[in-house]
């Protein structure tokens, strides 16, 4: 994951999307609270999530996707624990011969990040942000989907 050299709250401010007095208030808060600081912003209402995660994606290199129609291979899905998609939310998309994608909603969860990548096995990560709308909606059906083959399997 290539980063850029300015920190978020520095390329929100580039970008006119927030004024130094809120970066302060936000950054006082994140000291705070510990939170991470685009949460903070987006909680707040100082900006909306969609300009929180294209500004990370540019940050960070990272493709914000929509996954709202896409389809999911449960089989692929289901290599993946419970806990690493519901718990981290992480979501895994897809795999090739050398990685595997992976949709997030913070590039910023070293945690989730790093039980991503000890669950895919040694195959390289591929990380997309989605928004937590469409991150909510790929749980609603993982969730429906494990509900539905839980009596298969006891068979």
Known sequence: MLRSQKKLGEILLERGLIRQDELDAALAQ???????LGKILVKTGMIKERELLETLSAQFNIPFISVKDRYINWEFVKTFSASLIVD???????????SVTI???NPLDAWA??????????????????????MAGLLQRYQQYMRGNIPG???
């Open 30 to 36: 994140q000291r705070r609270t510990k939170e991470f």
């Open 153 to 155: 399997m006891f068979k």
């Open 88 to 98: 981290y939310g992480c979501f895994p998309l897809e795999r090739d011969d050398w």
């Open 113 to 134: 990040l790093a039980e991503a990548e000890r669950q895919a096995g040694g195959l390289r990560l591929k990380i997309v942000l989605v928004s937590s709308e469409e």
């Open 103 to 105: 949709a997030i909603t």
